[in-house]
């Protein structure tokens, strides 16, 4: 047994220690006690190649039940990890399975690219081959398919390796370093979230796994998965972190000189964590650190946090907003407060997004109540939104090209805005982006957010830095991606609003603008 038995009670209380680890000693103990257990098949039936290329029986790690586990108390699963931990091997294992004993499944398994897939393949032929012949006899199996891209079983089952699934209908979905494919390819990553996981039933098992790799897709639903606090749907991610110190492998024999700065993060893990790490632990993370420098805090995690430090140090919101909106409960539902006049802050995009942050101010406090977020239309459509909203707007903030006259008309946006009856505006200088971003770095610690506005919430956690690949550092500009619309829009809520507190603080005989929007 490849896990201790006080893990293995605390995993699994409700299964019989012996039919996981017994032998059946005739036919009918085999097909009655130990058959029909599934922890039993996956540790005693299945053939893997190991770390060296030999064959060898597969018995389950401690990670690999840590994660296995998992899916039984809940069928969808997001995995970080440090490298090496056989989490792929595991669900190539346990969705074959699952193919052998259940008909008509129609299991995938998706990989970051052609190699990776074909190795996939491979594994999974052999894990067949290897299988017991009086097994197969007994569930009467053949094999009726096997080509490049699928593995069909006589009872109907099939199992697809592919580097990516569009119109399949699959109950079985294992994808092997999500962060990988996100980075390298991140239309697939946003349309395996659109399209394939929605495609999925709910209650089927969908095992997400991937070492950190920035900031993407992967670290999005991370971070949804870990901030979520209410009861778990079934569309819902559990999230599971496995860190180097719990891997058996990540040990030493040859003695390391260890640095008194490397002594300092040792003595700090130890005390955050509760454990101890021994002197062959040690050993191991000195050598690797020697090899990969910061980078093994991405390779060899000792916490999640420590997984995702690079793209941590991109990111522009993303530890204040953690710091004061989530730590202190700031996400709020039913947020709007009649009593108090909105602000909209729009941000308008001529072929990208549009996006309208719709919020409060009370006092010091920031609200934001509602979003909007659309493309492709005029702007009588969003002039429309707003009019059809229960809200008395005082108050529309604009960035400053609003101003800029097109050509086909002759007539700038703000002028359309006011034609269209949208009387009390506030058109914002033209700053730099950077100076932008410092008044909403000002803004969070007082900042509220209703939590159905999950795209400004996602543009706080996920508004980053370019990553330059050719130096290695993040440039000195943001990422144009999918959450810049909502951070611009924020940016220009935020440059508002303080822009008014500066002014009505210097000229406190100033008039306030609270008329509501004449639509």
Same mark, same amino acid.
């Given at each position: 047994?490849n896990i201790t038995k006080e893990l293995f009670t605390e995993l699994y209380p409700t299964v019989d220690e012996y039919i996981y680890d017994g032998v059946a000693g005739t036919d009918l103990d085999l097909v009655t006690q130990y058959l029909p257990s599934k922890l039993w098949r996956l540790n005693n039936l299945y ?94 199996? #053949?094999?009726?398919? /096997? ?6 079983? #006589?009872?109907? #089952?099939?199992l697809f390796v592919r580097t990516s699934f569009r119109s399949t209908t699959l109950q079985r979905l294992h994808i092997s370093e999500f962060g990988k494919i996100a980075n390298k390819y991140p239309e697939k990553a946003k349309e395996t979230k659109t399209g394939t996981l929605q495609a999925i039933s709910a209650g ?22 870990? /901030? ?5 749907? !079934? ?13 058996? /492998? ?37 050598a690797q650190y020697r090899e990969l420098g910061d980078d093994i805090y991405q390779e060899y995690p000792s916490t999640p946090d420590e997984a995702f430090k690079a793209s941590r140090e991109g990111a522009y919101y993303a530890m204040l907003y953690r710091s004061w909106v989530l730590k202190y409960g700031r996400e ?20 990208? /997004? ?35 909203? !229960? ?13 800029? +006259? ?54 706080? +956690?996920?508004?980053? +830095? ?54």
């Amino acid at each position: 047994m490849n896990i201790t038995k006080e893990l293995f009670t605390e995993l699994y209380p409700t299964v019989d220690e012996y039919i996981y680890d017994g032998v059946a000693g005739t036919d009918l103990d085999l097909v009655t006690q130990y058959l029909p257990s599934k922890l039993w098949r996956l540790n005693n039936l299945y053939t893997i190649v190991d770390k060296a290329g030999g064959r060898i029986p597969f018995v389950m790690n401690s990670s690999q039940h840590t994660v296995y586990a998992a899916t039984i108390s809940h069928p969808r699963v997001i995995v970080l990890k440090s490298r090496q931990q056989g989490i792929s091997t595991l669900w190539l294992i346990s969705f074959l399975d699952d193919a052998l004993f259940k008909p008509d499944l129609n299991v995938g398994l998706m990989a970051q690219g052609a190699d990776e897939a074909t190795t996939l393949l491979a594994r999974v032929k052999l894990a067949w081959s290897e299988f017991p012949e009086s097994v197969k006899t007994f569930l009467n199996l #053949s094999l009726v398919q /096997d080509n490049t891209k699928e593995f069909g079983l #006589s009872n109907g #089952s099939k199992l697809f390796v592919r580097t990516s699934f569009r119109s399949t209908t699959l109950q079985r979905l294992h994808i092997s370093e999500f962060g990988k494919i996100a980075n390298k390819y991140p239309e697939k990553a946003k349309e395996t979230k659109t399209g394939t996981l929605q495609a999925i039933s709910a209650g089927n098992t969908v095992v997400i796994e991937s070492t950190a790799e920035g900031h993407n897709t992967f670290k999005t639903m991370w971070d949804t998965a870990t /901030d979520f606090a209410g009861d778990l749907s !079934p569309k819902d991610f559990v999230p599971v972190f496995l860190s180097w110190l719990n891997d058996s /492998d990540c040990v030493a024999t040859a003695r390391q000189e260890v640095a008194p700065r490397h002594q300092v993060y040792f003595d700090g893990l130890e005390a955050e964590l509760g454990v101890l790490v021994s002197d062959a632990q040690r050993w191991f993370w000195v050598a690797q650190y020697r090899e990969l420098g910061d980078d093994i805090y991405q390779e060899y995690p000792s916490t999640p946090d420590e997984a995702f430090k690079a793209s941590r140090e991109g990111a522009y919101y993303a530890m204040l907003y953690r710091s004061w909106v989530l730590k202190y409960g700031r996400e709020v539902a039913e947020l709007y407060d009649p009593n108090l006049g909105v602000q909209v802050a729009m941000d308008l995009g001529m072929n990208d /997004d549009t996006v309208l942050v719709f919020f409060q101010q009370h006092g010091v406090e920031y609200r934001v109540i509602d979003e909007y977020r659309n493309s492709g239309e005029g702007l009588a459509h969003y002039v429309e939104v707003m009019s059809e909203k !229960p809200y008395v707007i005082s108050l529309v903030i604009l960035p400053h090209d609003v101003k800029v +006259k097109e050509l086909s008309t002759g007539k700038s946006r703000l002028a359309r805005l006011r034609e269209l009856g949208v009387s009390r505006t506030k058109v914002l200088p033209r700053v730099a982006i950077n100076d932008g971003i410092e008044a909403v770095r000002r803004l969070i610690p007082e900042l509220y957010v209703d939590s159905k506005c999950e795209y400004l919430i996602g543009s706080l +956690k996920n508004y980053s +830095k370019e990553w330059d690949d050719r130096v290695g550092v993040w440039k000195n500009k943001p990422l144009h991606d999918d959450w810049s619309h909502g951070a611009d829009a924020l940016r220009y809520m935020a440059m508002g609003t303080l822009w008014t507190s500066k002014k009505t603080e210097s000229k406190r005989t100033g008039r306030q603008v609270v008329d509501g929007l004449a639509l």
